[in-house]
């Protein structure tokens, strides 16, 4: 079982609001994503990290941010919330050396209402 | 055109039967080939990683066709809890040297009795 967790898994919050979505992993993997996913659809990167002080946007724009301080914490955190930000996000990470093969959190499932 | 595309299905079948799902990608710089398995509502799981001779686990058979530039999953004795969306993703080459996983939308398969 991969060791990368996600909370909150669900959230219901009003428009403009400020959330973080939390993700941890104990596998000491250097490399860490943010997918977005909706119903029936692609994973779209949104964010990634190499590692400690590391982020870049993924292919996907969005408006959340991510910081990256400490190897196993990777949180995405939007200012404030809008109904377009509902989705799915999923968390994962990797072994260096190992580019396809993600370990993914459960994910938080946002609806902003 | 996507860089990486996949029939949605849904592929129903009855237990017991096999199935088998593409996935074609249009680079042809595309160099791994993995197939990922998620179920209704939950995180991606890597199913399979798919190498250039073909490989086999169990009841599933995944293969590569460079030249028409698919791959594909075969699953035998199909079993009830196959049912899921099967996800192919694609590590992609790009000049400059640094790569990219792009994932496809995935095909739902739904087995029954």
């Known amino acids: 079982e991969a060791d990368i967790y996600q909370t909150p898994r669900y959230l219901v919050i009003g428009t403009g609001k400020k959330i973080t979505l939390e993700c941890s992993q104990t596998m000491g993997h250097d490399k860490m994503y943010w997918y977005q996913q909706d119903p029936g659809m692609e994973l779209h990167l949104i964010h990634y990290?190499?590692?400690?002080?590391?982020?870049e946007k993924g292919d996907l724009s969005s408006e959340s941010t991510v910081s990256r301080i400490r190897t196993e914490h990777f949180p995405l955190t939007l200012e404030s919330a809008r109904p377009s930000h509902t989705s799915q996000y999923l968390c994962a990470s990797r072994r260096q050396g190992y580019d396809g093969e993600l370990f993914f959190g459960e994910g938080s499932r946002l609806t902003v209402l | 055109r996507k860089e990486v595309e996949q029939d949605p299905g849904p592929f129903n079948v009855p237990e017991g039967a096999t199935v088998a799902f593409n996935c074609t990608y249009s680079n042809s710089a595309s160099q791994s080939f993995f197939w990922y398995r998620q179920d209704c509502r939950k995180e991606p799981k890597l199913l399979m990683s798919?190498?250039?001779s073909g490989n086999e686990d169990g009841r599933f058979t995944a293969q590569l066709n460079r030249a028409s530039q698919y791959i594909s999953l075969l699953i035998r004795d199909s079993k009830l809890s196959d049912s899921a969306t099967y996800l192919c993703a694609v590590i992609v080459l790009f000049s400059g040297g640094y790569n990219k996983l792009i994932f496809g939308a995935g095909t739902r398969l739904a087995v029954h009795p």
């Open positions: 990290s190499y590692g400690v002080n590391s982020t």
């Open positions: 798919v190498y250039s």
